[in-house]
């Protein structure tokens, strides 16, 4: 059957027109541009750094290492008294060995006492020796250096096993552990030179993976207990000066200075703190390289 050409004539005045396009969506708000500042343990520093810049109170982060991660006169092993000067002074602090054993003196030179790094503790130490001859011990001042060395931190440890930038949780309980949770630190301080080619020599094996510069400073302090007391004022003394300059970089670059040029301006700096420092302490030889983590 054939339409009806009225309907037709029709259709155009009586359909539906089409519904109109939906209006565009309002313009978002700006993605605000991440920000990669972070600290040298990969910790977000931003905050940390704009207190420096109002409270001035920036404290840079140390290691110190000798030979068997012990105080006072046993084989050149100063690394805990500067721990514990660094300590008391707020600093942030750890410290390690670099012989491939702790070596105490024994009962006579051929018989040293031996214990591993990392796995054995001071207290441990102390209550042994106490039960093999307090009397010996004690009067060669082995008690009295562990006694204080557990108070201090729980044990020794390698550098060589050292895994920097690893977070530092278990050792919360350690003197001059809070600012160095994240495993990282500004600089090294060694107090023997053997033990300074040690961890030069090891950071050059790792191969910077973090790619974060560090400063190796050596001071050679005599093995003797009276060295050792002078050697521990000297590095505090060298630690003042060293955040000092660090503040005074921080303050002139801004809150994130340290990441806008405070860094590099710190670290040329250091040469010239460094030859001021020995001219006040002309009795203890110093070295120093800056070297990458």
Partial sequence: MAADPRIHRLAPRTSTPPNPPPPPPPPSDPVPEAKTVGGLDGADDETQHADVATEGSYKLRFCTVCASNQNRQFQNIQSMEAHLRLSA?????????????????????????????????????????????????????????????????????????????????????DKGSSGVEGGMVDVVITCEERCWDAVVDDLLNRGSPLNRPVHIINVD???????????????????????????????????????DGGRSGFDERVPDLLAEWQERWPQLPALWTLAWF
């Fill in 89 to 173: 002074a707020n600093y942030p602090v750890v410290s390690f060995g670099t012989g491939s054993l702790v070596r105490l003196p024994g009962p006579t030179i051929t018989q040293p006492n031996v214990y591993a790094f990392n796995t054995t503790s001071y207290d441990s130490m102390y209550k042994e020796l106490e039960g093999k001859d307090q009397r010996l011990y004690r009067a060669n001042g082995l008690l009295n250096m562990l006694e204080r060395n557990r108070g201090v931190k729980w044990g020794p440890e390698r550098w060589q096993d050292w895994r920097v930038g690893a977070p530092r949780l278990s050792h919360r309980q």
């Fill in 221 to 259: 302090i005599k093995d003797n207990h009276e060295e050792a007391l002078v050697g521990g004022k000297a590095i505090l003394d060298l630690a003042d000066s060293l955040s000092k300059a660090a503040r005074e970089e921080l303050k002139a670059k801004g809150p994130l200075g340290w990441h």
